[in-house]
């Protein structure tokens, strides 16, 4: 469901078959315990844009934003920040390969207190692959195990593991699915507070509330300026390696061309010693780069090379 464009100058788009392709594709390689014919009715309920923003689009060679919004990237990860992105991924990637059990709907938040980190992992686990409640905790444990040495590659601080938190085994109430996803009970959550960008949830830095999923790659600013601050980021951590932390803040304006942003903002931390002029003039030049090079985002999304959660 949202917006999609329908019809352009008289020739008519099979949108909706389009994306009902796409969708049964997407749960055929992501969720891989659903039986698409059995377990999911598909549908699709695409409506069209109003009409003032679907005329945004015709009014320049560089598409201007649809939107007044904002979008704000940071680079490089913490400790935490890394342990927290590379857990999800390899326990779902390397540790699944060996325990099929491991579900895809999976949730880890980290916290750093001084030298304490702790890891909570909510993992909704696959009956079919468990035995007993013996096997749902040996398996759990194995993640836990793996989960600790995977963060002993990112820290030296103290890190406590807790995989699914809110299980009771006295009484045998475990977190098992059928398909792997607590959507099967209503729980699917949407495009928005959960997918950054980045692939995290960052509520001690800067960061916009746009959802980057689910929005059109042209001129949809809450999407494109996520992608892009993220990207300058990147690249000033890259090539100015006198720079240790940078923050991207990118402010549009509806109707005005996306190459130009009311605010452009770096916040750089330079690493000790450094000439701040220095790095402010090299950050300003691949700043600068980027927005003279614009629509390189939509390309890079069109093409699958940005990832938007």
Known sequence: MGRATKEFEGIELATD??????????????????DLDRDVIMDCKLGTGSSDLRD??????????????????????????????????????????????IGEDMKVMGLRDGENITLTICSGMIGRHIDDLNSYISMTEEMKAYTEELAARYTERDVKVYINAGDNLKTGSVFLTVTGTSSEMGDDGSVGRGNRCNGLITPNRPMSMEATSGKNPINHIGK??????????????????????????????????????????????????????????????????????????????????????
């Open 17 to 34: 078959s389009v994306a009902i392709q796409v969708f049964r594709k997407y749960l055929k390689n992501t969720l891989v315990n659903v």
């Open 56 to 101: 945004v689009f015709k009014r320049e060679r560089v598409p201007v934003a649809n939107d007044t919004s904002f979008g704000v990237g940071h680079v490089p990860f913490s400790e935490l920040e890394n342990i927290v992105y590379n857990t999800k991924r390899q326990l779902l990637t390397d540790l699944k390969s060996r325990i099929p059990g």
């Open 224 to 309: 494109i300026y996520n992608l892009l601050s993220t990207q300058m980021a990147h690249d000033i951590v890259k090539e100015v390696p006198d720079v240790q932390d940078v923050y991207i803040r990118l402010l549009s304006q509806i109707g005005k061309p996306i190459d130009q942003p009311l605010v452009a903002s770096a916040q750089i931390i330079p690493r000790e010693g450094t000439s701040f002029g220095k790095v402010k003039a090299e950050t300003e030049v691949i700043i600068d780069d980027w927005l003279s090079n614009v629509t390189k985002i939509t390309e890079m999304v069109i093409k699958g090379e940005l990832n938007t959660f």
